[in-house]
């Protein structure tokens, strides 16, 4: 199965329709709140030169494009210095034709076939996909680590033997990141407790392609898709569900490019927000506390997520939601994302400050959100920082309410 960019051909003549206007650097009219709050474009804001904005990139794949500008060390880190954030997309779509994030990501794929990119720290993403089929060079064997001692037996669909038409896929980075894998048992548990029937493929489960396809391997893109297209459909799964954004972004919009695929798919939030208002699941013990969510950009800008994880927090007795100023279309990202932790830790950590002083000033004590890498890059900062601010994904919180934490407790003692 091969990918194709949209306008492919033409990506370059629509990167020469940008007119430098510079609305997709900051926040826009209704939001303007003051300097602190106002610039948009994590990049451009922390690097502050003009091939480090959108508009900068733009007019960067023009040249390259027409030989008025080689490849360079500095060209490929201006490329690759980029969240993949969605901003500037989201933005320009309403006042121009041009799709910057989908350019940016051409760039990349273009800096690979020439043999420049991605830069040298984001290349060992490529080299543990090969080995171990997932980005973080972790064995295969250790991926259903988080299933032990869940009190119940997951089915393993991958054979064949097992079957059920819900999929949960929890990838590669939850499943490795012993600092967020509860996250996933917490979605296990809520998922037996409603009755869902459901199984996850074992270790036969692969990446998605997500991290390799914003670093511009388009091949291994082509590669993991086709795969895990073919499984989906060959076993018959009719909605894959999964915890992580940049997973639930590749699999629901981005495979849809690749081939035809038989089964929907839904991010962890969206089920669970079901589930409540189906009074599959209960929210009745009360979770005294004050919180604010953080819109991760691959659930809300590229997944167009915004209600889901709100309707979550908002059925949990007890619980206070406290809203940033940039929320929604208009959050900031946590920096995390498009091989940022990967090549650049310091421009991944300062966009994660901005992100959290902004969190901060909500007077919450939670700062909430739904990603693995949002939590992984405020995680670091966090700890880094001593940030009084304490970090949970809304399946843990929603968790507490429906078991208490006592009882809750027991079981994991149990
Ligand atoms: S990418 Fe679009 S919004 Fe940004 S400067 Fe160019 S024309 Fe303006
Ligand atoms: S995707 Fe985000 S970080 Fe990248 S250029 Fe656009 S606004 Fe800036």
Aim: hydrophobic share 35%; aromatic share 10%.
């Amino acid at each position: 199965m091969k990918f194709k960019f949209e306008f492919e051909e033409e990506m370059w003549k629509k990167a020469a329709f940008c007119a430098r206007c510079g609305t997709c650097r900051t926040v826009h009219a209704e939001q303007i709140e003051g300097q602190e709050t106002g610039w948009q474009c994590p990049s451009g804001t922390n690097y502050f030169f003009e091939s480090y904005y959108p508009s900068g990139r733009n007019y960067t794949a023009v040249a390259l494009q027409r030989g008025q500008l080689d490849w360079s060390e500095r060209v490929v880190d201006a490329i690759y210095s980029c969240t993949t954030c969605g901003f500037c997309q989201y933005t320009c779509e309403r006042i121009n034709v041009l799709k910057p994030t989908d350019i940016i990501r051409w760039m990349r794929a273009k800096a690979i076939e020439a043999g420049v990119g991605p830069l040298p720290a984001q290349r060992v993403i490529a080299q543990n996909l090969d080995a171990y089929d997932n980005p973080w060079g972790q064995p295969r064997t250790r991926r259903t680590n988080w299933t032990r001692g869940l009190g119940f037996k997951i089915k393993d669909l991958s054979k064949g033997k097992e079957k059920a038409e819900v999929l949960f896929y929890p990838g590669c980075t939850y499943a490795y990141d012993p600092r967020i894998t509860e996250y996933i048992r917490d979605t296990a548990r809520l998922m037996h407790e409603a009755g869902v029937d459901f199984g996850i493929l074992g270790n036969a489960e692969k990446c998605c392609g997500s991290t390799a396809f914003n670093l511009g391997y388009v091949k291994l893109l082509e590669k993991y898709g086709s795969d895990n297209i073919e499984t989906f459909n060959n076993l018959g799964i009719k909605t894959v569900v999964t915890p992580c954004a940049g997973c639930y972004n590749t699999i629901k919009n981005v495979y849809a490019q690749l081939g035809e695929c038989q089964y929907e798919t839904k991010h962890t939030v969206v089920m669970l927000a079901e589930l409540i208002e189906q009074k599959m699941l209960k929210p009745i013990h009360p979770v005294n506390t004050i919180v604010t969510y953080h819109d991760p950009c691959h659930l809300g800008r590229h997944g167009k997520i915004y209600d889901a994880p709100r309707e979550i927090l908002k059925s949990i007795p007890g619980i206070t939601l406290i809203e940033m100023n940039r929320i929604r279309e208009y959050a900031f990202c946590c920096g995390g994302g498009g091989g940022a932790r990967t090549g650049k830790l310091d421009f991944a950590l300062a966009t994660a400050r901005r992100r959290i002083k902004e969190a901060e000033g909500t007077g919450a004590k939670l700062l909430v959100t739904a990603c693995p890498f949002c939590e992984q890059n405020f995680l670091d900062y966090m700890d880094a920082s001593g940030s009084k601010l304490e970090l949970v994904d809304v399946v843990k919180l929603l968790k507490q309410s429906i078991f208490g934490e006592q009882d809750e407790k027991k079981k994991e003692a149990g």
